[in-house]
């Protein structure tokens, strides 16, 4: 017996839903599991149907991207396909952002959506080949898998470096309130020594400042917060 993919289409125009619902009905391989114009029943219904695709309407702008990022998480296994009537580069990005497996125009042939669903079933990305003919969402993307990269790679280093038995004492206090005079007081030394530690543990940390580096260690568990 041949699997059929369970589809669970998502838009708030009761016609434009209605058709396509009964015309993917009609397609070998294909069974709508259910229709709604609510994003909150669609997120019930995601739960009792357990579709394997879901087409998103589009056209509700940011609230479909809200949606979107909610199914994700909800349900990773799940692709999202979502259509539109106007291809824009800043729904694009977003859609991209949101995990969105494809991005079709609302007027795509009957035929084309049912290749489309196919292609995310499969596990597949239609929605990449958007980036050849967007240069400019391209390049957002790339920003911001750069960005991501430079993240990742700060975060191994936090978890790499050690401090020293001052600098955890010294990160101690700074998490207090103290300021580095009262820190010098404290310890009894000086307070360009106490700026030089705070400059190094900086550059252990990769932090971008005090507060930053009392954030770490106390992720890190190597302080506690009074």
């Known amino acids: 017996m041949t699997l059929r993919t369970r589809v669970l289409i998502v838009d708030g125009n009761l016609i434009f839903r209605q058709a396509l619902s009964r015309g993917l009905d009609l397609e070998a391989g294909i069974e709508v599991v259910g229709d709604t114009g609510d994003k909150e029943q669609a997120l019930y219904l995601l739960r009792l149907m357990s579709p394997h695709v879901v087409i998103l309407d589009g056209d509700a702008g940011a609230g479909a991207m ?34 969105v497996a494809a991005y079709l125009r ?24 958007w980036l050849r003919t967007r240069p400019k969402v391209a390049s957002l ?6 960005d991501f990269s430079m993240d990742a790679v700060g975060e191994r280093a936090r978890n790499t470096v050690t401090l020293s038995d001052r600098e ?59």
């Open 141 to 146: 993307v790339l920003e911001q898998f750069q």
């Open 106 to 129: 609302k007027s795509l042939g009957m035929q084309d959506m049912v290749n489309a669903i196919g292609s995310v079933t499969r596990g597949e990305r239609p929605i990449t080949e």
């Open 66 to 99: 809200e949606t979107a990022v909610r199914i994700r998480r909800f349900a990773p296994g799940v692709s999202t396909v979502l259509l539109t009537s106007s291809l824009r580069d800043e729904d694009l990005y977003m859609a991209i952002r949101a995990g």
């Open 168 to 226: 955890l004492e010294i990160l101690g206090y700074i998490a207090q309130g103290n300021p580095n005079r009262r820190i010098a007081n404290l310890l009894g030394i000086k307070e360009q020594s106490i700026k030089n530690y705070v400059t190094t543990i900086l550059h252990k940390l990769s932090a971008n400042d005090r507060t930053h580096a009392v954030s770490i260690a106390l992720k890190r568990g190597w302080i506690e917060s009074d």
